[in-house]
C-alpha cells in the first residue's frame, strides 16, 4: 500500500486545513487509517485515527473538538479536517494504514506511511 499525503500549508492562528491521503495499491484490505505527526526535536505522536466502516474514530486529547476524521472508501482516501489550529499543531503530519480492526494510536500498530506534509501555524 502506497500513501500520498497532501493539504498541508501555512495557515494563521484560528485558521483551517484539510489534509487528504490517497491510498494506492492493496486497498482492499480493511485498513484502520491513523493520522500522526512529528514537530521539530520531537517524537511522532498519534492525532486521530479511523476504523473501515467510519463508525469507530479516536482522536488525541489535544485535537478533540478541532480536528475531524473522515474516510471515503470509494476513493481510497482518508481526510483530516483541522479548525481552530494553534502554533502548536506546527508539524509535520503523516497518514498510516493499519491490519487492524481496533482503532489504535500507537506507530507499532501501523504498517503503512505516508511521506507527511507540512503544516505550519503563525501566532
Known amino acids: 500500500v502506497q500513501l500520498q499525503a497532501s493539504g498541508g500549508g501555512l495557515v494563521q492562528a484560528g485558521g483551517s486545513l484539510r489534509l487528504s491521503c490517497t491510498a494506492s495499491g492493496r486497498t482492499r484490505r480493511t485498513y484502520v487509517m491513523g493520522w500522526f505527526r512529528q514537530a521539530p526535536g520531537k517524537e511522532r505522536e498519534f492525532v486521530a485515527a479511523?476504523?473501515?466502516?467510519?463508525?469507530?474514530?479516536g482522536y488525541a486529547d489535544s485535537v478533540k473538538g478541532r480536528f475531524t476524521i473522515s474516510r471515503d472508501n470509494a476513493e481510497n482516501t482518508v481526510y483530516l479536517q483541522m479548525n481552530s489550529l494553534k502554533p502548536n499543531d506546527t508539524a509535520v503530519y503523516y497518514c498510516a494504514a493499519g491490519q487492524t480492526i481496533v482503532v489504535r494510536t500507537t506507530t507499532s500498530a501501523y504498517d503503512y506511511w505516508g511521506q507527511g506534509t507540512l503544516v505550519t501555524v503563525s501566532s
Open positions: 479511523i476504523s473501515w466502516s467510519g463508525g469507530s474514530t
